[in-house]
Structure formats: C-alpha cells, structure tokens
C-alpha cells in the first residue's frame, strides 16, 4: 500500500532547473568494461512556465552518460535554440504550446524551435532533432550547440525527429511533416548520404494533415503513416485543440520506392489508429512487414470539441502492419502481437529496415495511465514472442531502451540495453545497464545520479571512438 501511495503522487514529468557536470559517478554492480561511449538523451525541460503549453513543446535538454572502462561521468545542458535565448534574456516565457507566441511576445520573434525529441550521430555530426525544425548541431563532449544544420541549404522547413540511417550504405532518410507551413498536409522527403551531402529533397500531398511523427523505411520502400490526429489551422486560431482525434477520417498510408519520386505514392487504408513508433520493417518478397507500437486511440490529445479520448483505447500494444504490394486491394493488415501496453521500441540498429529477430520496448503497468507509468523492459524476437520481461519495483519508471552491440561484428542482439530509470522513493536517476539477451535478470550495473532526469523522449549511444 505504501508503495502504491509513493506511485500515485509522484511523477517525473516536471523539470529541472539546472545544468551539471558529475564527473565520478557511484556504480552498483560492475560496468562492462568494452562498454565505451556515450548514451545521449533529449527530452521537454521548460526553462520557464508557458501557461497551456503542451507536455511536447518543453526546451530540450539532453543528458550525457559517458561510460568509459568502467567509469562513468554525466552532463546535462538546455539546447540553446533561438526560442530558449530569447526567453532566457527575457527572463519569462515568451512562447506557448507548440511555436505559438505569447500575446507580449516582441513582434519580432517567430522562431519557436525546441529541439526536444532526439539526438543523433550522422556524418560526424551529433544532431538534436525535433519534427518542426531543421536539425540543431550539438557539439560531442561539451553539448554546447552550435545552431541550426541545413546541409548546405539543400534542405529547409520542417525534419523528422526520426530519420532512418540504412545500415549498409549509412544513408539518412528522412521526411517532414507540416511542410508548406503550420497545420499543412504536405510532407518533404529527402535523403543524406554517408559524407553528410544532400541527395535529394521533394514534397508531397497526403490526405488530410496529420501529425506524422515517425514513418518506415525498408531495404527498397519508404511508407508514410497519415493517420487521423489531425492538424487545423482552423481550430487553431478559434482556440481550439491544433491537434486533434478525428478517428472518421481511416488510417492511411502511403509507399513509395526509395529510388522512385514521390509522385508514384500509393496510398493504403486501414482502420483508425494511431503510431507514435516504429518498432522495425522490412520485405518478405511482394510484401512490406512492419511491426508498429499502435494506439487505437491517440493519447494525450483530445477531440476536436476537446473531450477527451478513452483511456482503455489510449495504450499502445506491439502490433504487426502487413502490405500487398502485388494485390488488388488498397487495405493493409494489422495484427497485433501482444496485449501488453508499451511503447519506445528499438532494435539492433545494425538491422533497421532489414528482417530482425531482436526487439525490446518499455512495457507499462496496465493499472495505470500510460505515459508515466513505463515500468519494465521487455525483449521480443522477430515474430513479437516474449524472450524476456523484467519489472521494475513499484512506482519506478524506465525510459526508452537503447540497444548497444557488444562489437561491430557480433551476432544480431548480443550486447546491452543502457535506459534511464528514476527512482520514486529518492527522487532520483539511474543509468541502467541490462545483458540484452536476458534482461529477466535485471541490471548488471547501476549508475546512480544524485538527482533525476525527467521523462523524456529518445536518445542514441555513440560508441567511443
């Protein structure tokens, strides 16, 4: 009972409003020792209260664990966008939920940028990314930012907050969504080369806006889920929810050949459902299989008269998306393959649009709402069976799990999952450190922070180099 009560009153959503540098870190357990590098994680850390403001628009801040022959040091920093030094040198907030500005905004700013939702490394570069801006150069080491990436102004507008790097060529693939402006229903889509060169960059039409936030890239396709949470300029400026849960608008998606033009897009339908991630994809001969973390309501936004969606509908299950590419019909299947409510899956990136047989997502307690309540890990293979599964103790949450190889040349899914995990009983952090291949056993090292990381959203380990 007493650790129901700890779980009920306590969440880890709210900021914090520091920056540190912890260079000695306390371990529990034993560091694997070729575990050399560094897990960096981006989440919404508001550096001052906007009133109304969506949980999604908070300034990112990321995370830094360096682990290195079985040491381990941390630093956080706000990303430095042009929205957080203005507000900073304001000393209050000037912008409210997503890039709308504050009615005693000065006129001249219009860059709303938060650069919250991930971080990655491509080209020699380590890049934040959020799905309304181009993405923000992070320098390694120190996190200082350096400003926006616009690849030589080949690329503008808005970027995905989830590009795919193609393991085999180092590609980056990526789309964006709102592309003709706010509450739009164009996409961009484009492709960065392994030097870091632009290589392509098109738009197109989808059905309806939408936010898009991830799509599914395979060896010879790209997919574009539009599905029904529904963006309106509309519904904006009378005040109402920007984004909304129009379940009556279907579930469309839309393939195109990686090597074709955006022009050939065939559209497929499906039932009303909504994907914040995707889990992995790949061909299987005429057919497209991606496995997705699929809501049969979208959560945390309402209805276009502001009700709210149901929660019991509002959880993501692992669920299998299955596309005819040689059929007569326009319908996609879907299949799910757990009923176990989670979210923020990853893979042995070295497989990503390649068949898989490893995943690993954080499962939530089903007694309770499904953001902030992401208390385990769980480990599938590449039909969706259970391989393994450990809990936290009540009232602990976990973040997404990152897959690290244990080297470049091991076999698919040997090596660790780093998460971060809060604490609730010391309100506090730690850097958990899983065998991936039996994460039943729980962590085999712990490193601890004296003070939490909020919830946030990705991140991405770059290897010691």
Known sequence: MQQDAVAERRHNLGPIPFEADAPFLKIIGELPRDLNGTLYRNGPNPQFDSPGAHWFVGDGMLHAFHLDNGRASYRNRWIRTPKWLAEHDAGRALFGGFGRKLPDAPQNLTDGGVANTNIIFHAGKLLALEEAHLPTEIEPGTLATRGYHNYHARVAGSFTAH?????????????????????????????????????????FEAPYASMVHDFIVTENHVLFPILPLTGSIERAMSGRPPYAWEPDKGAYVGVIKRKGSAKDIVWFRAEACYVFH??????????????VMQFGEAPLFP?????????????????????????DTDRFQQTYLDDLTGEFPRIDDRRAGLRSRHGWYACANPKLPMFGALSGVVHVDG???????????????????????????????????????????ENRSDLAVFNAGDVETGPV??????????????????GAR
């Open 383 to 425: 039909n969706g069976k259970r391989l393994g599964h450990y809990l936290l103790p009540a009232g602990d949450t976990i973040s997404e799990p990152v897959f690290v190889e244990r080297s470049k040349d091991a076999a698919e899914g040997d090596g660790w999952l780093v998460a971060v995990v809060w604490r609730a009983r």
């Open 278 to 291: 995707v889990m992995n994809a790949w061909e299987d001969g005429d057919r497209i299989i991606a496995d």
């Open 303 to 327: 209805h276009p008269d502001g009700r709210p969606t149901d929660p019991e509908k509002s959880r993501a299950r692992h669920c299998r998306w299955t596309f005819d590419l040689s059929g």
């Open 163 to 203: 590009p795919k790097i193609d393991p085999v060529t180092g590609e980056l693939v990526f789309f964006g969504y709102n592309a003709a402006g706010p509450l739009t229903p164009t996409l961009s889509y484009g492709s960065i080369d392994a030097s870091g060169k632009a290589t392509r960059f098109e738009r």
């Open 445 to 462: 090292a712990l490193v601890q922070l004296g003070h939490r990381v909020p919830d946030g959203f990705h991140g991405n380990w770059v």
